[in-house]
């Protein structure tokens, strides 16, 4: 008989294989170390496997945990300062952005992974900068992440730039970033126990010159990783890639071999149809974030299109100042309804595709589809545990139809969340956080933007 270390019976389980996700009821996960040994319906699991300690779930659903594949954790600082304007960016975020310290940016992290790990996720694709130091924060909660260093050479105070201007490079900056990002590959890559990993990440064509853009794909080359960009994310970026090379952004990506199976294209906001089929037929993943997009942008990406043309998609919350909120079923809510309305077809983007684009989809844009995403054995055990009796969630029906997976996508708010697990550990058990200090940190948040606030009326004052 096999040995497990916790096992929960008795539960609805949502494992996210097959066709339809595989829904069952009276299930069971039997976990050993930080891997899944069995799952099945309660009697089968245990008539194989004795466990340690036994978890009634009974009127839980245990589902695997959700993978924002798309964060800038450090700007949660400015929550809610950049919207209901245009040039958002420029005007909105980077006068901010010049003020911050490292410190305002690791009080934001800590913020935006507890605003996550409370909603589900246990799998951050975070890029940002001085990630080394946000990394500290990943590892003390015990979640999951993918990170990068972001990449570009942009002087400080480039929000003091004209919108309509050419931005000015700093090979000087590009270096210095870039090495950056190398080391934090040495110092970080596989680290807690393999739950921190590291890719490379420039900001995007359009912030850095092509000879920085070529040696940052070497060295994912040479380590092997993947390339975490925005992509036609605006039309800032076609402007500003028009102005300096004469190309649009995909048709420079691959003329420079650089649009291929190693790339995750975050957004393609700008993508026209022929541009968006040449993305999917590339390899390329595209992470789409509706949420941000449609609040900064009033624009629905063109994901359909992508996944149409055969390309595999992930969801992400993208940024708080943004998008104001880094909570995945805001994001697959927004993807499934907004999708709809942009094709005027209630059948477009059902509620198990967005669903995918959260768990199995997205851990195979980030490379991860071999470690997590479902709940199969031999997975890591990421997993989170919903208590269906919850209004948003109830009621429960599997036959004629099942209505658990329209629910987790329309209904829920992320407050089902009872219990999170990831590697076969809690790290939020009945609501609470194990390892951080929830009430320390928000206070820590409130004060550093309340101090950065007072930077930016002097600044505009002055």
């Not at 402007?239 to 291929?260: A, C």
């Not at 851990?363 to 009796?389: F, N, P, Q, Y």
Request: hydrophobic letters at 40%; one cysteine or more; aromatic letters at 6%.
């Amino acid at each position: 008989m096999l040995k497990a270390d916790k096992m929960w019976t008795n539960a609805y389980v949502l494992p996210m294989t097959g066709e339809n996700g595989g829904l069952f009821e009276g299930g069971a996960v039997a976990v050993k170390g930080n891997k899944i040994i069995k799952v099945g319906k309660t009697a089968d699991v245990k008539n194989e496997v004795a466990a340690e300690e036994e978890i009634d779930a009974s009127g839980m659903l245990l589902m695997p945990g959700l993978i924002d594949a798309h964060i800038h954790s450090g700007l949660a600082i400015v929550r809610g300062v950049a919207q209901d304007m245009d040039h958002w960016m420029q005007k909105g975020l980077w006068p901010w952005m010049k003020h911050m310290t490292v410190e305002d940016r690791k009080a934001g992290s800590v913020m935006n992974i507890m605003e996550g790990i409370r909603a589900g996720t246990t799998t951050f694709n975070d890029y940002d900068s001085h990630m080394g130091e946000l990394l500290k924060s990943y590892a003390k909660t015990g979640v999951r992440v993918m990170a990068s260093e972001m990449i570009n050479e942009l002087p400080d105070d480039i929000g003091d730039l004209p919108v309509e201007e050419v931005y000015p490079f700093d090979s000087v900056i590009g270096e210095k970033k870039l090495q950056a990002a190398v080391d934090l590959y040495h110092d970080w890559h596989q680290a807690e126990e393999g739950r921190i990993r590291v890719m490379f990440g420039p900001q995007g064509a359009d912030m850095m010159s092509l000879e920085l853009l070529k040696q940052v794909q070497k060295e994912a080359e040479r380590f092997d990783t993947k390339i975490h960009m925005h992509v036609c994310q605006g039309d800032r970026e076609v402007y500003q890639m028009e102005k300096r090379t004469g190309m649009r952004p995909i048709k420079f990506l691959e003329k420079h071999g650089l649009l291929n199976n190693r790339l995750l294209a975050v957004h393609l906001t700008e993508a026209d149809h022929e541009e968006t089929i040449q993305a999917a037929e590339s390899g390329a993943g595209m992470i789409n974030c509706s949420g941000s997009i449609g609040i900064i942008d009033g624009i629905v990406p063109p994901v359909e299109l992508f996944t149409s043309a055969g390309g595999t998609a992930a969801l992400g919350s993208d940024q708080a100042p943004g998008n104001n909120g880094n909570n995945m079923f805001n994001e697959m809510k927004f993807a499934a309804i907004l999708n709809k309305v942009k094709a005027k077809d209630p059948k477009v983007f059902p509620a198990l595709k967005v669903l995918r684009m959260a768990t199995t989809d997205a851990a195979a844009v980030l490379g991860m589809e071999s470690d997590i995403g479902s709940l199969e054995e031999g997975k890591k055990a990421d997993m989170i545990v919903l208590d269906t009796r919850k209004q948003t969630l109830s009621p429960v029906l599997l036959h004629p139809l099942e209505n658990v997976t329209a629910n987790l996508v329309y209904a829920a708010r992320g407050e089902e969340v009872q219990d999170v697990i990831v590697d076969g550990r809690f790290i939020m058990k009945n609501r609470k956080l194990l390892f951080i200090d929830e009430e320390e940190a928000m206070a820590e948040a409130q004060n550093r933007a309340e101090k950065l606030a007072e930077k930016i009326t002097f600044s505009k004052e002055g």
